[in-house]
Antibody, heavy 122, light 110 residues
Framework: QVQLVESGGGVVQPGRSLRLSCAAS????????MHWVRQAPGKGLEWVAG????????YYADSVRGRFTISRDNSKNTLYLQMNSLRAEDSAVYFC???????????????WGQGSLVTVSS | QSVLTQPPSASGTPGQRVTISCSGT????????VNWYQQLPGTAPKLLIS???QRPSGVPDRFSGSKFGTSASLAISGLQSEDEADYYC???????????FGGGTKLTVL
């Protein structure tokens, strides 16, 4: 049973930084593309970023490009999202998700974590 | 403003068939597969339909997907009360080089 557990969320002031982690288990983490998807309170889903299985290729939504950085440590089975220059509109539950096909970026999110809440407020 | 367009709400009575539409452009739905997710209140989304019309293991065959041109549809037949949820479509966008979602459709079972 694939397990994805996000952590690192909390309340942060505008302009500050926060790093989310996603601990993966029960599957071969290093072979799968991974993504972050967020959902603002009462709103829909928004894809944030994706990273290839080897970490060499990264993809970002325009809304976070230049402020957020996705990364992974395959030796620790962990995905990260470094969020800088945070804004109120970044407040959301952040989910990590696996892409369905090993080593391919297809954008099919077949397993999700439970989410980590980030609130950007002064 | 979502890149893919879905109706904000849909409804039906138990046993009925309902469809939810998802409209995009040539750079997303027109050239890539469409996926559908179901999100029950307070839970993470769940993959419902992948690759336009494939059901992951465990998804009832009451759920089906289709695509024509730059639009896609999710059909739910034999509607049940437990189908009451939010439904989202998504696709890869070749211009944005990322995944785009619809704004979501809240399905109410009357």
């Amino acid at each position: 049973q694939v397990q994805l557990v996000e952590s690192g969320g909390g309340v942060v002031q505008p302009g500050r930084s926060l790093r989310l982690s996603c601990a993966a288990s029960q599957f071969t983490f290093r072979t799968y593309v991974m993504h972050w998807v967020r959902q603002a309170p009462g709103k829909g889903l928004e894809w944030v970023a994706g990273i290839s299985n080897d970490g060499n290729k990264k993809y970002y939504a325009d809304s976070v490009r230049g402020r957020f950085t996705i990364s992974r440590d395959n030796s620790k089975n962990t995905l990260y999202l470094q969020m800088n220059s945070l804004r109120a509109e970044d407040s959301a539950v952040y989910f990590c998700a696996t892409d369905s096909t090993p080593m391919l970026v297809v954008g099919i999110f077949d397993h999700w974590g439970q989410g980590s809440l980030v609130t950007v407020s002064s | 403003q979502s890149v893919l367009t879905q109706p904000p709400s849909a409804s039906g009575t138990p046993g009925q068939r309902v469809t939810i539409s998802c409209s995009g452009t040539t750079s997303n739905i027109g050239s890539n597969i469409v996926n559908w997710y179901q999100q029950l209140p307070g839970t993470a989304p769940k993959l419902l339909i992948s690759s336009t019309n494939q059901r992951p293991s465990g998804v009832p065959d009451r759920f089906s997907g289709s695509k024509f041109g730059t639009s896609a549809s999710l059909a739910i037949s034999g509607l049940q009360s437990e189908d009451e949820a939010d439904y989202y479509c998504s696709a890869w966008d070749d211009i944005l080089d990322g995944v785009v979602f619809g704004g979501g459709t809240k399905l109410t079972v009357l």
